[in-house]
């Protein structure tokens, strides 16, 4: 590529033509002219000869050697002659998926002014921008392919699914059964007793057509076995769909029990899947918009929530303590001198707000984001239990390489049978024309999403149609952690037959006996656990689930109790229960050698003794 003017260049030479074949001349004394050229051959293949001009400018008298020196010149078999910018975008039109270059060049009023100046001033540098490019892209880049990326993704998303079908499987009767603490028979009646046909759309879910107990496992099995499927790779553009379908029935038959931002993000990533498996390249770019804007916006709402525990970098020092469901790690964390936490903050915000933007760079850039992501998502992960939330961020990392990088890494026997079942096959128009329709709804209505959580008003158009297709999920805003809590409150439920003597109930893996250390559950989502870390930052009154949660302990509903660790009334139900609110801090390191984790200290009752005969709480 050599410096050109910048005026419009195609012309019609009294020389030669090309031959069968369009010709590319450039400079062969130019070092990022030939980098260049080598890259366009690997997209090109032998559809365009490449040749430098000391060796064909004899045969193109009419053309002057200062042209050949200023820019490449694209000489076409019917003798036409273009330059600089248009006959790169001509060059380029010849590869697979690149001719939109040229369409833009022609029909984009302003881009091909703005094309010629940004060739001149390339070629103005030259020396630069091929030091600049080998460090970018390596002294002998491939075009990047994705087929063994994308088929890899799809393999280790369906582990994804898995754990996710059979986490809620195993706890669904408890949580939305006939007897469960919120019956799904009892959501579908309700909704079907205020809406008509139109509460298909607003709430779609298979459960309409049954919400029996049955139903509900079925749902859970059948996604459990069609993630299997998907890991084998067989059928699996029907396995993707399906599993959307049903895990969307999940999302909105689970009720508040499944009103996490890890159960959209799936939805959406699962969403993006089946279109990858339809199409690669716009399936790889919306996988990587999709982290882009989950580690961003992560990012923003802390900033944007005005936490001063976020501006002053403190926040991770009460993070450990207060998250949700911390592990044994988060203990030692907790232990750290401040500067380290406030450095590690400072680190964390670095990789959400800074390493999202070479998201969209050259791959070397690329791969930077990728492994800073994977190191604040392993702390993570090693700290706290977000069951395949972290798992599942870091598979989005996958799409930020191309099959070369993982080729280096991957066992050349485990490379041989994913190439065996790449398809390599280039989408029909139709397919292709719909996925690409399909790509920038999700983009658009992201955008307007962002744009609303930036605290920005979008049109009432935009808003209209993100509403529209807001039911299915497709696209969802993020941000965790908005504001820190600072104090870890726990609700510790008793049961008594006199209420005099209580006794407590232990849960599975949020913190209760002091003695016992934090557990791990990953990719595991024990949901009642999680909720009671919620209800212990609200009024008992406006946690509507809780009440109904007692109900069931009093009646010691076995699908209930099996979501417990302990139920101290094993033969027979409790004639009261009762919530009580603590404070909970880390034990020091004195109390921890003598085998505790937890001091706590008895701050209110939470909820006053009930029984199954009051209509309220019992005094």
């Given at each position: ?65 200062a042209d050949f020196q200023r820019a490449v010149q694209f000489i076409s078999p ?323 390489f191309d099959d070369a990088a993982i080729q280096k890494v991957l066992p050349q ?191 209110a009752t939470y909820f006053p003794p009930a029984h199954l005969k009051s209509t309220?709480?019992?005094?």
């Amino acid at each position: 590529m050599e410096e050109v003017s910048g005026k419009q260049s195609a012309t019609v030479v009294e020389t030669p033509a090309a031959g069968p074949r369009p010709l590319l001349v450039y400079d062969g004394d130019c070092g990022f002219c030939g980098y260049s050229v080598r890259y366009w051959k690997k997209l090109t293949g032998d559809r365009v000869d490449y040749r430098p001009y000391q060796d064909v400018a004899a045969r193109y008298p009419a053309i002057p050697i200062a042209d050949f020196q200023r820019a490449v010149q694209f000489i076409s078999p019917d003798g036409h002659r273009a330059s600089a910018a248009e006959a790169s975008f001509l060059t380029l039109s010849h590869a697979r998926g690149k001719g939109f270059w040229l369409v833009l060049y022609r029909k984009l009023p302003g881009f091909a002014i703005i094309s010629e100046l940004v060739y001149a001033f390339i070629a103005a540098h030259r020396p630069a921008f091929h030091r600049v490019s080998v460090l970018l892209w390596g002294r002998n880049p491939d075009p990047p392919h994705y087929d063994l990326v994308s088929l890899l993704f799809l393999r280790l998303f369906g582990l994804i699914y898995l754990s996710a079908f059979i986490s809620f499987g195993v706890q669904a009767q408890g949580l939305i059964g006939g007897r469960g603490i919120l019956p799904l028979a009892d959501l579908v009646d309700a909704v079907a007793s205020h809406y008509g046909p139109e509460r298909f759309f607003l709430i779609p879910m298979v459960f309409w057509l049954d919400a029996s107990d049955f139903a509900i496992q079925a749902v859970c099995w059948a996604g459990a076995g069609l993630s299997i499927l998907l890991v084998f790779n067989l059928l699996p553009r029907l396995s993707l769909f399906l599993l959307y379908v049903l895990y969307l029935s999940l999302f909105y038959g689970g009720q508040t029990f499944m009103n996490f931002q890890w159960d959209t993000f799936l939805l959406e990533t699962g969403f993006i899947a089946l279109l990858l498996s339809f199409a690669t390249t716009p399936g790889i770019w919306l996988l990587r918009w999709l982290l882009f804007r989950f580690m961003f916006m992560s990012g923003v709402v802390k900033l944007a929530s005005g936490d001063p525990n976020w501006w002053n970098l403190s926040a991770l020092s009460y993070h450990f303590l207060t998250q949700p469901l911390p592990t044994s790690v988060a203990w030692y964390a907790a232990q750290l001198p401040p500067s380290v936490v406030k450095f590690a903050n400072g680190g964390m915000f670095f990789i959400e707000l800074v390493l999202p933007f070479l998201i969209f760079l050259p791959r070397r850039l690329r791969q930077i984001a990728a492994f800073g992501i994977l190191l604040l998502e392993s702390c993570i992960l090693v700290t706290g239990n977000y069951n395949w939330f972290n798992l599942q961020t870091m598979l989005l990392c996958l799409p930020l390489f191309d099959d070369a990088a993982i080729q280096k890494v991957l066992p050349q026997g485990v490379v041989r049978l994913l190439r065996v079942r790449a398809e390599n096959k280039i989408p029909r128009r139709p397919v292709t024309i719909l996925v690409s329709t399909l790509a920038l709804l999700i983009v658009f209505c992201s955008l307007v999403d962002m744009d609303a959580r930036f605290g920005g008003s979008p049109p009432a158009v935009a808003q209209a149609i993100d509403r529209f297709v807001e039911p299915l999920h497709i696209t969802s805003p993020y941000g965790l952690f908005a504001v820190m809590t600072t104090t870890r409150h726990e609700i510790v439920i008793e049961g008594s037959n006199d209420g005099v003597e209580w006794r407590e109930y232990e849960f599975r893996y949020k913190p209760g006996n002091i003695a016992r250390a934090p557990r791990w559950n990953i990719p595991h989502q024990p949901r009642l656990d999680w909720q009671m870390w919620f209800a212990a930052l609200d009024e008992p009154g406006r946690v509507y689930w809780f009440s109904r949660f007692l109900m069931r302990l009093l009646q010691n509903e076995s699908t209930v109790t099996a979501l417990l660790e302990k139920n101290p009334f094993p033969e027979k139900p409790p004639l009261y229960v009762r919530a009580l609110f603590y404070d909970y801090t880390y034990a020091n390191s004195d109390e921890k050698a003598d085998g505790l984790w937890w001091q706590r200290q008895l701050l209110a009752t939470y909820f006053p003794p009930a029984h199954l005969k009051s209509t309220g709480p019992f005094h």
